[in-house]
């Protein structure tokens, strides 16, 4: 297969569907040698936040000198972008072999279909519900596929470390049969009810189901319900549970749209470090990863706290991905949740609303999300609002989000593709007329990663397959 011909194979296993479970995964790595077992890993769910902390703590591993495997979800561009070892994304080449070498695995075991499952893992498989355990032919989901390719190749690269993300969940989720040296949680709120559960204990018991026995855990300062639920798992399994403003807490000596400088009190205490990240949300991120990294590594790596946080590049997150123009910047955010779109308008406030003359929002939903909720914190900051859809069919009609918005007594207009709606912001940027002389307007892409992909690569960033960029 070409490398265009393997991502349509990939993505044609979304027929299969989001398969919580863990026996299909166990099988395919037990067919490939169980490539999972051969590298140290850090394990991070959460509900927000987990791909920024991911990238910090790996950043902050590669400083230590070691070398890092990243596998996170969703891509924005490339398909590339969800596996990197030392910050350099996997090649399309080896996109295409290991694809190639995992289908000859899957078609020579279709006879028996028996996978040999790994003694470590055992307690997994029987912890997965029978209704939820796939019938006797494998066929393995695109997530579970991507995570076999992901663990053969970190295998391949000889890596010291890997640090993963879990796609959705925890405890069922294709990338829970690590037994990693840190576990790690991030904010937990309300997502993908229809597989978690519709109230914060139920998606907490699901996040929470990567905790291992003795493994330390690190979490973020949770609301309390899901906060008693990770306190029960974690002392269930005797796993030290350290938690922000109990255990560690940093305090944000500055912030503004380049980045934050702040300072930590863990273990050790860190005074000016520097992410180049933009959020007061970020600061708690960097906590999180911090103390992971506390906990992997001695004294002895302290400087690669600093470096490894200063080095971190995370897109998607308020990334300003287009200024210098002289009427315009333009600034994307995946804000797929309420609590995302809260913690966007609070930056939007804090850090770029005092900046421009006005803020052009450009809003593309996914349809099984809660529409209304992730408007609602950002529309009264919108001098102009346009409601678009990413090419995808799970999106949400641009007129039905219009007609949300005006019920609430905002107008707004509806376009049918995201390339329209960047057209529209920009021709409205034209009529900009500033009072002060000097500030442009700020074009604001959002609502989820699909619509951010989609516009990073119509704004010039390569990608293979625009329609299918925020896949998860």
């Not at 690269?157 to 959705?168: L, P, Q």
């Not at 994307?332 to 003359?357: M, Q, R, T, W």
Request: glycine share 8%; charged share 20%.
């Amino acid at each position: 297969m070409t490398y265009d011909e393997t991502i349509a194979y990939l993505y044609r296993l979304q027929k299969h569907g989001i398969k919580l479970g863990l026996h299909n995964t166990i099988t395919l790595l037990s067919m490939l040698g169980n490539p999972q077992n051969s590298f140290r890993s850090i394990h991070i769910a959460g509900t927000n936040g987990k791909g920024s902390t991911s990238a910090m703590i790996a950043a902050m591993l590669q400083a230590a000198g070691q070398s890092v495997g990243l596998f996170t979800s969703p891509h924005l561009v490339s398909f590339t972008e969800r596996i990197r070892v030392d910050s350099i994304e996997i090649t399309e080449d080896d996109v295409v072999k290991l694809t190639n070498e995992i289908v000859e695995s899957i078609e020579k075991s279709r006879e028996s279909c028996v996978g040999r499952h790994h003694s470590e893992l055992a307690w997994i498989v029987d912890r997965t519900p029978m209704d939820r355990r796939p019938n006797s032919e494998l066929s393995p989901t695109f997530f579970e596929f991507v995570t076999a390719i992901a663990f053969l190749y970190f295998k391949r690269r000889d890596i010291d470390w890997a640090v993963v993300e879990t796609g959705m969940g925890g405890r069922l989720d294709a990338t829970n049969v690590l037994v990693p040296k840190v576990s790690v949680i991030t904010r937990i709120s309300y997502d993908h009810r229809e597989f978690l559960g519709n109230t914060l204990q139920e998606i907490a018991a699901e996040k929470a189901g990567i905790i291992k026995q003795g493994i330390p855990v690190v979490s973020a300062a949770q609301a309390g319900e899901a906060m008693e639920v990770i306190r029960q798992k974690a002392s269930e399994l005797s796993a030290p549970l350290y938690v922000y403003r109990e255990d560690f807490v940093s305090q944000a000596k500055e912030i503004n749209m380049k980045g934050i400088t702040l300072n930590y009190r863990g273990s050790q205490e860190f005074q000016n470090l520097y992410l180049p990240l933009c959020g007061d949300h970020q600061v708690e991120n960097a906590s999180i990863a911090i103390k992971a990294f506390e906990l992997l590594m001695d004294a002895l790596w302290t400087d690669s706290i600093r470096d490894g946080l200063a080095s971190t590049r995370w897109p998607g997150r308020l990334e300003l991905i287009k200024g210098g123009n002289e009427k315009y910047d333009i600034l994307i955010d995946g804000a797929h949740n309420p609590d995302a779109s809260d913690a966007l308008a609070d930056s939007l406030i804090k850090y770029f609303v005092p900046y421009y003359e006005k803020i052009i929002l450009v809003l593309g939903i996914m349809s099984d999300k809660d529409s209304a909720n992730i408007m609602r914190p950002l529309l009264p900051l919108a001098s102009e609002i346009i409601f678009t859809a990413p090419d995808y069919e799970r999106a949400a009609l641009p007129n039905r989000l219009a007609e949300t918005a005006l019920s609430s007594g905002f107008h707004a207009e509806a376009t049918g593709s995201v390339k329209e709606a960047i057209g529209l912001a920009i021709q409205k940027t034209d009529t900009c007329i500033s009072g002060s002389g000097h500030k442009k307007s700020l074009i604001l892409i959002t609502g989820s990663f699909y619509t951010i992909g989609e516009a990073k690569a119509i704004l010039g960033y390569e990608t293979t397959s625009p329609s299918l960029s925020g896949l998860r």
